[in-house]
């Protein structure tokens, strides 16, 4: 059964900001995030993706237009109650917020692109497995493996040890709106693998400027991810290297900084926008 997570914190400021969770993900890994953005005035929707948050047979049932559309949905939710539009995602989110970016140029003032992943390719996943994720899609064609999964494995993205003891625990006990699923169904890692190669042919229609924040010892996707968002974005770019993280760092030792440069990337674009 799924269980509904969103959050929602109400601004003064005038400003939005969607945030997006990545896959097997949880809003909850938004939430640092989302206090620290509310906290500096701006509403804050911290949204759900579709199938999310329940166990591993209601995420094989939905597929990455449904989780872009659930982003829609509450981007024109959260457009109702604010002025100005901004938007940034972890990790598979991020590649949602883009693609939102790509489709919707006129609503969006700013991307924040946390952790980009388009393959699994960072120092803890297993060399058989990187070989293994392109092949996921021809493996869903075929309609192979569909009720297998890739099992969770440490340091579950956190180089804080007391957090990653809490995630683990919460992941392991089955709960996954705390802490998402212990395992990545093949069936949804096709999927995210049919997003990537989509968003990867429209990243030069992205306009909008974009925050790039990657661990430099990411252990699930190599900061290569990140410059290939770089490189290919048409609008102006900035570029954060943190030193002291792995994959989550929304949530990991240094969240305050992606919480510090986030909030002077949405006050530097607003300013401009307004002048």
């Not at 909850?28 to 579709?50: D, I, W, Y």
């Not at 996707?221 to 760092?249: K, Q």
Request: proline residues 4%; neutral net charge.
């Amino acid at each position: 059964m799924i269980e509904n997570v969103e959050f929602y914190l109400p601004g003064e400021s005038g400003v939005g900001v969607l945030l997006i969770h990545g896959l097997t993900g949880t809003p909850k890994e938004m939430r640092f995030v989302g206090r620290g953005l509310h906290r500096a005035g701006h509403s804050v929707l911290g949204m759900q993706l579709a199938g999310h948050c329940g166990d591993e047979q209601d995420l094989r049932a939905t597929n990455w237009h449904d989780w872009y559309a659930s982003v829609v949905a509450a981007a024109h939710r959260l457009l109702a109650e604010v002025d100005l539009l901004y938007i940034a995602g972890l990790s598979m989110g991020a590649l949602l917020a883009l693609r939102y970016a790509v489709d919707h140029p006129e609503r969006v003032l700013g991307v924040g692109v946390y952790g980009p992943t388009f393959r699994y390719d960072g120092w803890s996943i297993p060399l058989y497995a990187r070989h293994l994720y392109p092949l996921l899609r021809v493996v869903k064609v075929l309609g192979l493996l569909q009720s297998r999964h890739f099992a969770e494995q440490p340091p579950y993205g956190l180089k804080d040890e007391r957090l990653r003891a809490l995630v683990a625990s919460s992941m392991l006990a089955g709960d996954s709106a705390a802490a998402g699923l212990a395992g990545n169904p093949y069936p949804s890692l096709a999927e995210m693998l049919k997003l990537a190669a989509s968003l990867k042919r429209d990243l030069h229609r992205v306009q909008a400027p974009c925050l790039i924040m990657h661990a430099r010892h990411d252990d699930v996707a190599d900061i290569s991810n990140a410059r290939l968002v770089e490189r290919r974005v048409s609008g102006p770019t900035h570029f954060v290297v943190l030193e002291n993280s792995y994959h989550m760092i929304t949530i990991d030792l240094e969240h305050k900084i992606v919480i510090r440069e986030t909030v002077d990337f949405i006050a530097r674009q607003s300013q401009t926008t307004t002048s």
